[in-house]
């Protein structure tokens, strides 16, 4: 049996760089601090948050306008009681469901609350990863502000670089129709273009539902199209209409799966982002397959390479929370505290892929964790012997699933009770 962890070593000599500074990145810089491992992180963008930050337009100027996908009048599809950082809660609110601008305020307070700026390098784009002989890693970084390109070498890899920033537009019989009158939903910052128009949103994941609900304030006629199984939330509306899944889009109507046609200007395709790692060089060994990232260990450890991370890779989760958990699995392992095996990860692995294929999940959902994240998150702390998340994070999470939407505000009583309370209806 082949032990591949790095054997323990003096904590404090371990240095661990974190790409990426958006919730994830942060949640990353203060569980190594916690534990007395020195890190250094860094940042493409000007300041922290990540995809968080609103622009009112993509500019080439800005690198982190780019990859940022919010959007103008964004509202959270979780509860704030569900998208706390550890130890740190939000300032009191009125609803559980909050704005994109209360939520980079947090992310800014938590930064300074818990002196993390210093350990970030702002405006630094990591060009290059790359693991070496003596089980470290070679890290190249570009200062974009003089255009320098420095080389550092760290113990450990942490990835929290988002995964929502390079857009997927699904192939559709008739698109080309549309080509000059449609967009992603990454593209769109603010609905005012579609005042008056008649506008199909495609996808009824949460941006999808967003969408429908922001556009519909301005537009003549919303028709909200989606696939059975995309159960995420509801939008409805006087201007609102739901629809089943495209067929096909002609010269100016589209066709739905049930056979009505309707006349549309413009498509918004809120269909996704493809999960990437442009940095990383292809002795990392880690492969991309329809958005299943492999091979990672609890979808967290690359089980080529255990001393490198990947964070935020889990979907359909509450995610804030879920970060300093994940982190704390990673350094266990970092420290040499907990002792697998690569057949033992490896073994976890292809059992969970096989229990998915067998459910019939394809691959893009490999990472999917549902209802299942108290679950997830007990296995992390029995394997590593690491401090867990509250239950009653699990329970709220489950609880806000099955209402579907934004439904519900809750107050948290303590680490395995909630209370929830109907949302008036407008």
């Known amino acids: 049996m082949e032990i591949i962890v790095l054997e323990k070593r003096r904590v404090l000599k371990m240095r661990v760089a974190i790409i990426g500074c958006g919730a994830a990145g942060l949640s990353s810089i203060k569980q190594c601090l916690d534990e007395g491992i020195e890190c250094e992180a860094f940042e493409q963008g000007s300041k922290v ?5 609103y622009y009112d337009h993509i500019d080439e100027a800005n690198i982190l306008s780019q990859h940022s996908s919010m959007y103008q009048g964004l509202v959270t599809n979780l509860p704030k009681e569900l998208m706390e950082l550890d130890g740190f809660p939000y300032k009191e609110q009125k609803s559980s469901f909050i704005s994109q601008r209360n939520v980079i305020e ?41 255009n320098k390109l420095i080389t550092n070498i760290f113990d450990g890899v942490i990835v929290c670089n988002g995964h929502y920033y390079e857009p997927i537009i699904p192939s559709i019989e008739g698109m080309n129709y549309f080509k000059d009158k449609s967009s992603h939903s990454h593209y769109i910052k603010k609905p005012d273009k579609f005042k008056n128009m008649k506008v199909l949103v495609l996808g009824g994941g949460p941006s999808g539902v967003d969408f429908a609900r922001i556009v519909s304030q301005v537009a003549d006629k919303v028709y909200f199209s989606f696939r059975k199984d995309e159960a995420f939330g ?63 260990y609890k979808h967290i450890i690359n089980i080529e390479h255990p001393s490198m991370a990947i964070i935020s890779i889990a979907t359909r989760v509450c995610p ?14 970092l420290k040499g505290l907990c002792l ?17 294929d067998e459910l019939g999940v394809p691959k893009k959902l490999a990472h999917e964790i549902g209802f299942f994240q108290l679950e997830y998150c007990q296995d992390l702390e029995n394997v590593a012997q690491i401090r867990g998340v509250p239950p009653v994070i699990g329970l709220m999470f489950k609880y806000h699933l099955k209402k579907k939407g934004r439904r519900y505000n809750y107050r948290v009583l303590n680490d395995e009770e909630f209370e929830a309370f109907p949302i008036p209806e407008a």
């Open 234 to 296: 509801r939008h409805s509306s006087d201007k609102s209409i739901t629809k089943p899944e495209v067929s096909q889009i002609k010269e100016s109507t589209v066709l739905f799966a049930d056979g009505s046609e309707e006349e549309v200007e413009f498509i918004i395709y809120c269909t996704g982002f493809a999960t990437t790692f442009p940095f990383l060089s292809k002795r990392c060994k880690i492969e991309v397959d329809e958005n299943w990232v492999y091979p990672l």
């Open 320 to 333: 804030f929370p879920l970060f300093a958990i994940q982190v704390r699995f990673y350094l266990a392992f």
């Open 49 to 53: 948050g990540g995809t968080w930050n």
């Open 106 to 146: 947090y992310l800014d307070d938590y930064a300074k609350h818990f002196g993390l700026l210093s350990h970030i390098k702002f405006d630094h784009k990591v060009e290059f990863v790359d693991p070496r002989q003596d089980n470290k890693w070679t890290i190249n970084t570009r200062n974009l502000k003089n």
């Open 340 to 356: 697998i095996s690569k057949e033992e990860m490896y073994d976890d692995l292809l059992k969970d892929r096989k229990q998915r």
